[in-house]
């Protein structure tokens, strides 16, 4: 059965960092993009980050550009959200999702595997 399980979530300061996982299993995640996505309370669900399988490339929604980063680790078939310079409007649910395709992109129709999100809550 093919999971996606995120962690890491938290309560922090503006200003500060927090580190989210996702742990893949049941589906071979070399052939998998994974992707970050956000949703606040009373607002569509919008794409964060993504990181694809092909040739490793990786994307940024502009409202995140040089504060996160992913990553991944094949070999814990875990992908991380490196987030700094957390801001109070980054409260949100994190969820982490997987592409079949392995693209990658910001599109959260194109992820076929869902988590249950992991809670992120910047206090100003």
């Known amino acids: 059965e093919a999971q996606v399980v995120e962690s890491g979530g938290g309560l922090v300061q503006a200003g500060g960092s927090l580190r989210l996982s996702c742990e893949v299993s049941g589906f071979p995640f070399d052939d998998y993009a994974i992707g970050w996505f956000r949703q606040a309370p009373g607002k569509e669900r919008e794409g964060v980050s993504g990181i694809s399988t092909v040739g490793g490339a990786t994307y940024y929604a502009d409202s995140v550009k040089g504060r996160f980063t992913i990553s991944s680790d094949m070999a814990k078939n875990t992908v991380y959200l490196q987030m700094n310079s957390l801001k109070p409007e980054d409260t949100a649910v994190y969820y982490c999702?997987?592409?079949?395709?392995?693209?990658?992109?910001?599109?959260?129709?194109?992820?076929?595997?869902w988590g249950q999100g992991t809670q992120v809550t910047v206090s100003s």
């Open positions: 999702a997987g592409d079949s395709a392995g693209l990658g992109g910001l599109a959260s129709r194109e992820y076929d595997y």
